[in-house]
């Protein structure tokens, strides 16, 4: 799969999409921004300056410092409700679209999730519990989360084509 370039028009509009399948709940605001480049930090002048860089990684080994740390070629998706809670995603250029859509889905379904007290959005077809979002066969889906690959998985994005429930 192939990484994609990302718009702040196509990401708003997948957002959109997911929010309504989510109940689009009231009292939302939804940005989607290209953030700036993080500026190096300053250094002074001296024979004995240095810097350094902390970056915090899941553990997996060493990595190399991320394309998304500095924010190149990404797009940001802030959710805000009116109780002043909020969730960033920022999404890399990096990544497929259907990684990104997924992503994107996961997140947006937690912060619901959240200011909803758990109504299970999207729902799971014969299940009291929400689906979830993953990729299967390379197209963003919503799956069952006690095996989502029988049949019960349906494309995130409404125009997708590639699976149905």
């Not at 009231?26 to 700036?36: D, F, H, M």
């Not at 909020?86 to 889905?105: F, G, I, R, W, Y």
């Amino acid at each position: 799969m192939n990484a994609m370039r990302l718009t702040t028009t196509t990401t708003l509009n997948w957002a959109e999409d997911i929010l309504r399948q989510l109940g689009d709940p009231v009292g939302q605001a939804l940005e989607v921004t290209v953030p700036p480049a993080a500026p190096e930090p300053e250094v002074p002048y001296a024979e004995t300056a240095f810097t350094s860089r902390l970056e915090i990684h899941d553990g997996d080994g060493p990595t190399e410092p991320s394309a998304a740390a500095r924010h190149i070629g990404s797009v940001r998706v802030v959710l805000a409700f009116d109780d002043g809670s909020s969730t960033h995603v920022l999404l890399e250029d990096s990544m497929t679209e259907a990684e990104a859509v997924a992503l994107l889905a996961e997140q947006l379904q937690d912060a619901v999730l959240e200011h909803t007290g758990g109504a299970p959005v999207p729902p799971c077809p014969g299940h009291s519990h929400p689906a979830v979002a993953e990729v299967v066969d390379g197209v963003a889906c919503w799956t069952c989360p006690q095996g989502g690959r029988d049949g019960r998985t349906r494309p995130v994005l409404s125009g997708a084509v590639g699976h149905t429930a």
